[in-house]
C-alpha cells in the first residue's frame, strides 16, 4: 500500500497575471508581418519571447480570418510569443483556436476610445494580468511601495493606483501601475502606467533611462532616443493629446 509523502508535491494557488494584447486592425498576416519588420527591426530584443495574447476585438465585425500560422512566424521572428486570443468572432476563433490559441479566460478590459494615429497598425497595450513578483495587499490601498531592486524578468503591477519604486528598475524589469509611477532611482527596464486608460498618469525617475515608457496605451521605446536634457537625469512622462512628452523634471 502506498502512502502519500508527508510534504505535498504540489499546490494551487491564486495568481493575477499580465500579458501584452497585440490588437490586430488587419487580417493581412503579410501585412502585418511587414508592419512589425518596420516597427521593430531596431529592436529585436524588446519583447524577450514575452507571453502576448493576439486581440482581434478591431475584426470582430467583419468576415476576413487572419492566416495565423503566418502571423504566429512573424511575431516568433520578433520573439513575441502568442499564447491566446481574444475578441474575434466565432469564425475568427474556432481559426485561433486550431492554430493552438486558446480564447484567453480574463475579461477582456476596454480602454477609452481614443483615436489611432494613421502609421499605426498594431497597438501594444495592457489587457490581462500576468503574474507579479511584489503581491498587492489584499486590502484595498492606493499606492504599492517596492523598496528592493527589480531584476530582469521581474514585474510588478499596482492595481487600482500608484506604483512607487525605491530601488533601481533594471533592464528587462517592468514595472506597471493603473496610476502613476514613481522611481526613485534609475529606470531601466519598462514602465508602462494608466495601465487600464487612465490619461492623466504620469511616469516619474530620478534618473530616466528606460528601455519602455507608456501612458494610456501610447508608448515610446528606446529606438527613439531621449534627449540630452532627459536621459540619464530627473524626468517626468506625461500624455498630451495623443503624443508622449518626456521633460525634464526640476529637483530642489
Not at 498576416?29 to 514575452?50: H, K, M
Not at 506604483?163 to 533594471?170: E, G, P, R
Not at 512622462?237 to 523634471?249: H, K, M, S, T
Request: hydrophobic fraction near 45%; glycine fraction near 6%.
Amino acid at each position: 500500500m502506498s502512502h502519500l509523502p508527508a510534504v505535498p508535491l504540489f499546490d494551487l494557488k491564486s495568481t493575477a497575471w499580465l500579458l501584452t494584447a497585440l490588437r490586430l486592425h488587419s487580417a493581412d498576416a503579410a501585412a502585418l508581418g511587414a508592419a512589425l519588420d518596420q516597427r521593430f527591426a531596431d529592436s529585436p530584443g524588446l519583447f524577450d519571447d514575452e507571453p502576448l495574447v493576439v486581440d482581434l476585438s478591431p475584426l470582430r465585425d467583419g468576415e476576413a480570418v487572419p492566416d495565423f500560422a503566418a502571423l504566429l512566424a512573424h511575431l516568433a521572428r520578433h520573439r513575441m510569443r502568442a499564447v491566446a486570443a481574444q475578441g474575434g468572432n466565432a469564425a475568427q476563433m474556432d481559426a485561433a483556436r486550431a492554430a493552438g490559441l486558446p480564447p484567453a479566460t480574463e475579461p477582456e478590459v476596454r480602454h477609452e476610445a481614443r483615436p489611432e494615429p494613421e502609421t499605426r497598425e498594431v497597438v501594444r497595450e495592457v489587457e490581462v494580468i500576468r503574474e507579479v513578483e511584489v503581491p498587492v495587499p489584499a486590502a484595498a490601498a492606493t499606492t504599492l511601495i517596492v523598496d528592493k531592486p527589480l531584476r530582469s524578468g521581474q514585474r510588478v503591477y499596482a492595481r487600482g493606483g500608484d506604483l512607487v519604486v525605491l530601488s533601481v528598475v533594471s533592464f528587462g524589469a517592468e514595472v506597471i501601475a493603473d496610476g502613476s509611477i514613481h522611481v526613485y532611482a534609475p529606470l531601466r527596464g519598462r514602465a508602462i502606467a494608466g495601465a487600464r486608460g487612465d490619461a492623466d498618469a504620469r511616469i516619474f525617475s530620478t534618473c530616466m533611462e528606460p528601455q519602455l515608457v507608456s501612458v494610456a496605451g501610447m508608448y515610446r521605446t528606446t529606438e527613439t532616443p531621449l534627449a540630452d536634457d532627459v536621459l540619464g537625469k530627473p524626468a517626468q512622462v506625461r500624455l498630451e493629446g495623443e503624443r508622449l512628452v518626456i521633460e525634464p523634471l526640476a529637483v530642489s
